[in-house]
C-alpha cells in the first residue's frame, strides 16, 4: 500500500475540453474551465496553478508554472451519456452503454403523470424543466393551497417532487417519491434518480428548500471500486451527493454538505482524522448554481473559493496521503441551452511525498481513477480503467 489515505475531490462539471465524439451528443466547441476563465475579467487560482492547472490546460488568466507540484492529465469518457451517474460511476470502474433517460424537453410522458396521480392520490402541477428556485416560484404557493404535487426534471436524469414540510408533510413527500422511484424503473421510463425536494416558507417571505432533501437512485448494476475497497475492510467515506449516486452502496460512512464551501469544510476536517481507505467528495454548486445557468462568472467565483479551501485541505495532507482532482462531465457556462456538455475532465494528483511532476498519459477512461485507488489498495481491480500509481512518485 503505497498511500494510506486517498482523497477523491469531484469539481462537479469542471470539463477541459470537447470530446471526439461531443458532436453526438449535440456539443461542438466546449470547454468548461476553458471559456469561464475567458469570459471574466480576472481569475486566480494560486493552488490549482502551482499544482498544474494551466500547465494541464489553456486557463485565461493564469499562468504554467516551471515547476508544478502534482502529476496532471486528461481523462476520456467511454459510457454512453455525460450525467452526473454516468461520470461517477465509470470512475469507478462501470461502463454505461445504454444512457439513463432524460426529459428535459418534453416533460414526463402523460401516461407516467396519471399513473403517479393515481399511485400517490395528487395532483401533478409543472412537469417541465426549471430550476428548483423558478418552479418554486411559481407554483410553491399554489402547491401549497391545493395539496397538488410539483414535479419537474432538469437537464440531468432526475424525476424531482417538491412539497412544503408543513403543508405537505415529509413522511408524505417521502411516500410519493417512492412510489416515483418504482414507476421509473421501467425502461421507457428509467431516470437516474428521484429526489424529495422539500421547502418551507411563504410567497410573501419567500420559499427556501430544506437539508430534508432525500435522493432515489438507482443502484449500480455491478460491482464497483467501492464495494471492493469496503469489502476488504477499507474505510470508504463520502462527502456530498456521493452516498445517493451510489444508493448507499460501497459506502461506510457519509457526510452530506450544504454547499461546495461546507463539502470542502468538511473534507479538510476528514483530513484531520486517522483513517485508512478512501474520501470521495462531490462539490455540486459548480454544476446546480452556475453551469446549468449560465453564469461563467459564478462559476469562477466558486472556483477560487474552492482554490483557497484546497491550499488548506493541502496542508492537512501527509506523506502517504494522496489528492486526487477530476470532474464527472463537463457544463460549459457559455454553452448554448443549460445541458451538460460532453467534455474530458483533468486528473489532477499530489502528494507531500511526490518528488517529480509532470504530464500523465491521456486516460482512455474516467475509470483510471478507480483503476488508481484499486491497484494501490491492493483490492480488485475494475473491469475497466489502467491503474497510473506507478506514474505517480
Known amino acids: 500500500m503505497k498511500y494510506k489515505r486517498i482523497f477523491i475531490v ?8 470537447e470530446m471526439p465524439d461531443c458532436k453526438k451528443f449535440g456539443d461542438e466547441n466546449v470547454d468548461t474551465l476553458g471559456h469561464l476563465s475567458a469570459a471574466v475579467e ?33 481523462l476520456m469518457e467511454i459510457s454512453n451519456g455525460k450525467d452526473t451517474m454516468t461520470g461517477h460511476w465509470e470512475i469507478m470502474g462501470l461502463k454505461i452503454e445504454k444512457p439513463f433517460k432524460t426529459f428535459t424537453d418534453t416533460g414526463f ?43 419537474y426534471t432538469s437537464a440531468d436524469s432526475v424525476l424531482q417532487i417538491c412539497g412544503h414540510e408543513e403543508t405537505f408533510g415529509l413522511d408524505e413527500l417521502y411516500r410519493c417519491c417512492e412510489i416515483a422511484r418504482e ?70 460512512e457519509a457526510y452530506k454538505s450544504k454547499s461546495s464551501v461546507h463539502g470542502m469544510e468538511q473534507t479538510i476536517e476528514i483530513a484531520q482524522k486517522d483513517f485508512t481507505g478512501l474520501c470521495f ?4 454548486d459548480f454544476d446546480a448554481l452556475w453551469g446549468h445557468r449560465r453564469n461563467p462568472k459564478g462559476y469562477a467565483n466558486e472556483l477560487e473559493k474552492f482554490d483557497i479551501l484546497l491550499g488548506e485541505l493541502m496542508n ?18 457559455t454553452a448554448k441551452g443549460s445541458d451538460h456538455t460532453r467534455e474530458m475532465v483533468p486528473m489532477i494528483c499530489y502528494s507531500p511525498s511526490f518528488k517529480g511532476h509532470g504530464k500523465l498519459p491521456l486516460g482512455q477512461s474516467f475509470a483510471v481513477i478507480g483503476a488508481t485507488i484499486a491497484d494501490n489498495f491492493g483490492v480488485e481491480m475494475p473491469i475497466i480503467g489502467e491503474s497510473y500509481l506507478d506514474y505517480l512518485k
Open 109 to 151: 410522458p402523460k401516461e407516467l403523470i396519471d399513473e403517479l396521480e393515481k399511485r400517490c392520490g395528487h395532483k401533478v402541477v409543472g412537469n417541465k424543466s426549471a430550476s428548483g428556485t423558478e418552479i418554486l416560484d411559481e407554483l410553491g404557493e399554489h402547491q401549497m393551497k391545493t395539496n397538488d404535487m410539483i414535479v
Open 42 to 74: 480576472s481569475f486566480k487560482i494560486e493552488n490549482l496553478q502551482k499544482l498544474g492547472i494551466a500547465n494541464l490546460h489553456k486557463v485565461t488568466h493564469v499562468e504554467p508554472v516551471k515547476e508544478p507540484l502534482g502529476y496532471y492529465g486528461k
Open 281 to 284: 467528495v462531490n462539490l455540486v
Open 316 to 333: 492537512q495532507l501527509h506523506e502517504d496521503d494522496l489528492l486526487i482532482i477530476s470532474a464527472d462531465h463537463g457544463n460549459d457556462p
Open 10 to 17: 469531484i469539481i462537479d462539471s469542471c470539463g477541459v475540453g
Open 183 to 252: 414507476l421509473t424503473l421501467a425502461d421507457e421510463y428509467k431516470v437516474g434518480r428521484v429526489i424529495a425536494r422539500p421547502y418551507v416558507g411563504t410567497h410573501a417571505k419567500g420559499f427556501v428548500r430544506t437539508s430534508n432533501r432525500h435522493d432515489y437512485a438507482l443502484k449500480p448494476f455491478g460491482k464497483t471500486v467501492l464495494d471492493s475497497l469496503k469489502e476488504q475492510g477499507f474505510d470508504v467515506i463520502s462527502v456530498g451527493k456521493i452516498r445517493d449516486i451510489f444508493d448507499g452502496e460501497g459506502i461506510s
